[in-house]
T-cell receptor, first 116, second 112 residues
């Protein structure tokens, strides 16, 4: 149980275009999902907390108008990178908590974004 | 949330136990200890968590000192597939609320 999927697993896009990444909890409902970003040889950095039915909470320094987050249902959150630039190239990972747990999170496999 | 300190890297022979230490001397009474690992180019994987008592599951054992200021993750029979970065995170167990703050972790290399 507690499986989280992401789609796509990798994407290459041109500078200036937008890319949408989906995060799904497959066997549980997640009122809260999290989006992380990881640059090469660095640790995960939280970008935003996604709450079902309400606006996401962004970490300091993360542009909310550039990284659009939508959590329209209890099993789906999306991250859209708008007007992507090469510096947005990174590994994007989502996670979700099981509501009945004590804070453990389950992570998706990640999405490798390359902006050319 | 309390800060943790882990060695940057460790080696372990295949088939032997891997003991990964973590210091969390400023841990509060309501904070849990969580362990995750990240195999290269994959999303992190939840391993185990504990509050006060030692815990064991099919993946690992977690030993927490009586004063809760440190803990050890034990992989009883390490395999090559256990090579990964292991993260020790201390946080209040708030159910579905609250994010995880990842440090640099310990890079475990299991060698044949």
């Amino acid at each position: 149980g507690a499986v989280v999927s992401q789609h796509p697993s990798w994407v290459i896009c041109k500078s200036g275009t937008s890319v949408k990444i989906e995060c799904r909890s497959l066997d549980f409902q997640a009122t809260t999902m999290f989006w992380y970003r990881q640059f090469p040889k660095q640790s995960l950095m939280l970008m935003a907390t996604s709450n079902e039915g309400s606006k996401a909470t962004y970490e300091q320094g993360v542009e909310k108008d550039k990284f659009l987050i939508n959590h329209a249902s209890l099993t789906l959150s999306t991250l859209t990178v708008t007007s992507a630039h090469p510096e947005d190239s990174s590994f994007y990972i989502c996670s979700a908590s099981v509501p009945t747990g004590v804070g453990e999170q389950y992570f998706g496999p990640g999405t490798r974004l390359t902006v050319t | 949330d309390a800060k943790t300190t882990q060695p940057p890297s460790m080696d372990c022979a295949e088939g032997r136990a891997a003991n990964l230490p973590c210091n969390h001397s400023t841990i509060s009474g309501n904070e849990y200890v969580y362990w995750y690992r990240q195999i290269h180019s994959q999303g992190p994987q939840y391993i185990i968590h504990g509050l006060k008592n030692n815990e064991t599951n099919e993946m690992a054992s977690l030993i927490i000192t009586e004063d809760r200021k440190s803990s050890t993750l034990i992989l009883p029979h390490a395999t090559l597939r256990d090579t990964a970065v292991y993260y020790c995170i201390v946080r209040v167990g708030r159910g579905s609320q609250g994010n995880l703050i990842f440090g640099k972790g310990t890079k475990l290399s299991v060698k044949p």
